[in-house]
């Protein structure tokens, strides 16, 4: 899209982040945890994070999700010192799957998205953290055996459409965007809930399920841990503070 051979996209928020860093606050890990959560921080901040883009140079269309985040592996994983002891992929582009790795104290494995099947196959890693929708739609439950029933945060996503192309767009179009842009919000954000869910209730069937309760206090420090180191570099103390504020009330 910056060089101009794509004029808009469906991203989630690892390319978001390519855009507009801030956007990753609402996957700083251990925050958001609900869909209730999400969707109230996400209108509270949506003004400023789609003046963020505008100002970037894109138009965000719509809002949507992609699933929730669990951790998948093929060892059994209950508490944050076990990731130490495995070989977990980090997605080369993803801030805050670094941020994570890096607070458990584990050595993270960096790829890029499609060289993950092949890595699982051949043993370079064995651990993954993704949403269920994607973990099987991309067949990686294939070469793993457990899956945490808890989930650590929500991928969230968006179309958005470069704005030098929507300039050269007829006004009737411009204006059927506008019109449209509530209803496919709502779409993208029922379906990739729905799909996800689906997702999870199959991979459970095939994989063992693992509840980290138990050191559910480990997790949560570690996850403090991740979402502070990307104050000042992802987004800012103020930022973070407004989505707290939120999830308060």
């Not at 969707?39 to 140079?57: S, T």
């Not at 699933?67 to 209950?78: L, N, Y």
């Amino acid at each position: 899209m910056r060089v101009g051979q794509l004029d808009g996209a469906l991203i989630t928020s690892t390319g978001l982040s390519a855009l507009v860093r801030q956007v990753l606050v609402m996957e700083a890990p251990g925050l958001i945890r609900s869909y209730p959560e999400l969707d109230a921080v996400r209108e509270d901040l949506a003004p400023q994070l789609e003046e963020l883009f505008d100002k970037a140079g894109y138009t965000l269309v719509a809002w949507g999700d992609a699933g929730k985040t669990r951790i998948f592996s093929a060892h059994r994983i209950v508490g944050p010192e076990d990731l130490r002891n495995v070989r977990p992929w980090v997605w080369k582009d993803s801030a805050t799957m670094r941020a994570f790795i890096k607070a458990t104290g584990a050595n993270g494995v960096l790829l890029n998205l499609p060289e993950v099947y092949s890595a699982l196959q051949t043993g370079i890693i064995d651990t993954i953290i993704a949403s269920s929708v994607g973990v099987l739609a991309f067949q990686w439950h294939t070469n793993l055996k457990y899956m945490a029933k808890q989930a650590g945060g929500i991928v969230t996503g968006a179309f958005v459409i470069r704005n030098e192309h929507l300039d050269t767009l007829p006004k009737e179009a411009r204006e059927y965007l506008d019109r449209v842009a509530g209803e496919t919000e709502d779409a993208f954000r029922v379906h990739g809930r729905k799909v996800d869910d689906e997702a999870a209730v199959t991979l459970s069937k095939r994989l063992k399920v693992v509840n980290l309760f138990r050191a559910q206090r480990q997790w949560e420090e570690v996850q403090f841990t991740a979402r502070e180191s990307l104050v000042g570099r992802m987004y800012s103390r103020a930022l973070l503070n407004r989505v707290q504020e939120v999830l308060k009330k």
